[in-house]
């Protein structure tokens, strides 16, 4: 009998297994292109992937493919979900130059100050500015990091004059603008390339946030580092969490609303603050390698806010060009992230 108990047991267990396994109603596939142990997916994708599932009861599946291990290439992300390769990707809107003209805005040098919680709140406070940019998918989530400092592989720069020339790996197209204001060389390129270009020479410093100090190994590339007064930074990049609008509008009712429900104004919030506190281990990182982070003193900073506003300047004037009210949206903009700062 004890046997048999036993036996029954474990059947019992290995049927209430089964079910659980097969309780899932829906899996969605997530695809982007750092590493496993980057913020990305560890403060960001992950805790999503299980809230989602445990208000589902089970009913939907989170699988997380990072390192672009779906294949293809960072740039073609975007591409991916809006075609329906995959069900939802974590991307830049900078690897598709001139998709998003208006979510541009908040990458802006002077607009986008150094904290992503108040950046990210003027995303959602004007969105339907920018909503236009995102018809073609189901937009979870518009955020931005901390901002770009300037990392330098051994030049020490304490003002314009000494970026004149130097080789620097740009984000995004307004990365690029911004090097150029700077008369620097901008070189763009995906984030995973750029430590092999860093120790090849290939450039000689890069715009990227501390947050990528410990999953890219900057610490062990760079000597300097480069912030405005008051830690703030040279613009931004965006990011987008966006679903397939196909695969969204498929679902049932009930599991769009658990989509919906897992998405807004706190989940903004909560990346925000998740943003700020990740440039806190790579500042560490760099300090404690012997590098040095730098900070502008108010003339310095001056030259590079003109460099800046030359930038914002130049986005209005292509953005009107579009049919867009370019000073509309970076006045918008502007008003939102001085509103949620503190």
Excluded: C
Aim: net charge negative; charged share 25%.
């Amino acid at each position: 009998m004890k046997k048999f108990f036993g036996l029954s047991l474990m059947a019992a267990f290995a049927i209430g297994g089964a079910i659980a396994a097969q309780a899932a109603e829906v899996t969605l596939t997530v695809h982007h292109f750092l590493s496993p142990k980057a913020p990305a997916q560890t403060k960001m994708l992950e805790p999503w992937a299980q809230r989602v599932s445990e208000a589902s009861n089970g009913r939907i599946e989170v699988k997380i493919f990072p390192s672009m291990s779906l294949g293809g290439k960072p740039p073609e992300l975007y591409q991916q979900v809006r075609d329906g390769v995959v069900d939802i990707v974590w991307t830049l809107p900078g690897y598709t130059p001139g998709v998003f003209p208006r979510t541009e805005v908040f990458e802006l040098p002077t607009v986008h100050k150094g904290d992503a919680r108040a950046t990210n709140a003027a995303i959602q406070e004007i969105f339907p500015m920018i909503a236009e940019d995102f018809k073609d998918v189901k937009p979870l989530l518009v955020h931005v990091h901390a901002g770009n400092a300037l990392h330098t592989t051994s030049k020490k720069v304490t003002s314009l004059a000494d970026v004149k020339g130097m080789k620097i790996r740009t984000p995004s197209r307004t990365g690029g603008w911004i090097l150029e204001e700077w008369s620097a060389d901008p070189v763009g390129m995906p984030l995973p390339d750029l430590p092999q270009s860093l120790s090849k020479g290939v450039v000689e410093g890069a715009l990227v946030p501390f947050e990528i100090f410990p999953p890219m190994k900057l610490a062990e590339l760079t000597k300097y580092s480069l912030v405005g007064g008051n830690n703030e930074r040279f613009g931004t990049s965006t990011f987008l969490f966006a679903m397939n609008k196909d695969r969204y509008n498929k679902l049932p009712d009930d599991l769009k609303k658990v989509i919906d429900d897992s998405i807004g104004a706190a989940f903004s919030e909560e990346m925000g603050v998740a943003w700020n506190d990740v440039e806190k281990p790579g500042e560490g990182m760099q300090e404690k390698s012997g590098g040095e982070i730098i900070e502008l003193d108010a003339d310095a900073k001056a030259a590079f806010d003109t460099a800046g506003e030359k930038v914002v300047a130049k986005w209005i004037e292509e953005a009107n060009s579009r049919g867009i009210d370019g000073k509309k949206l970076v006045e918008e903009a502007r008003k939102a992230v001085a509103h949620h700062s503190n």
